[in-house]
């Protein structure tokens, strides 16, 4: 059974830089784009970045554009999302997902993966 196990979440200060990881098992990883989500407190989970299967394409919501980072290794099965200059509103429990690099749909779209890890949760104090 396909997982996806994030890790590196935690506690920051507003300003401050952490960085998350995921890594995928029992998955031909160099078939899968590879996105992370995000949901608030009280909020719908939402797009915040993805990469396509070789690394060479990536996508940002708009608020997050300029401060996160997202990358893969391929040769480790792992993608991670660096992120710079936290604010409170990044506070929220990351998803890692995977979908198939020829199914339809976009990258951003939430019900366009086929498979989700169970989330790390990243808070940002004020």
């Known amino acids: 059974q396909v997982h996806l196990a994030e890790s590196g979440g935690g506690l920051v200060q507003s300003g401050g830089s952490l960085k998350i990881s995921c890594e995928a098992t029992?998955?031909?990883?160099?078939?899968?784009?590879m996105g992370w989500f995000r949901r608030a407190p009280g909020k719908e989970r939402e797009f915040v970045a993805a990469?396509?299967?070789?690394?060479?394409?990536?996508a940002y919501a708009d608020s997050v554009k300029g401060r996160f980072t997202v990358s893969r290794d391929n040769a480790k099965n792992t993608v991670s999302l660096q992120m710079n200059t936290l604010k409170p509103d990044d506070t929220a429990v990351y998803y890692c997902?995977?979908?198939?690099?020829?199914?339809?749909?976009?990258?951003?779209?939430?019900?366009?993966?086929?498979?989700w890890g169970q989330g790390t949760m990243v808070a940002v104090s004020p």
């Open positions: 029992l998955l031909t990883f160099i078939d899968y784009d």
């Open positions: 990469v396509d299967w070789r690394g060479g394409s990536t």
């Open positions: 997902a995977a979908r198939w690099k020829y199914r339809s749909g976009s990258m951003r779209g939430v019900n366009d993966y086929d498979h």
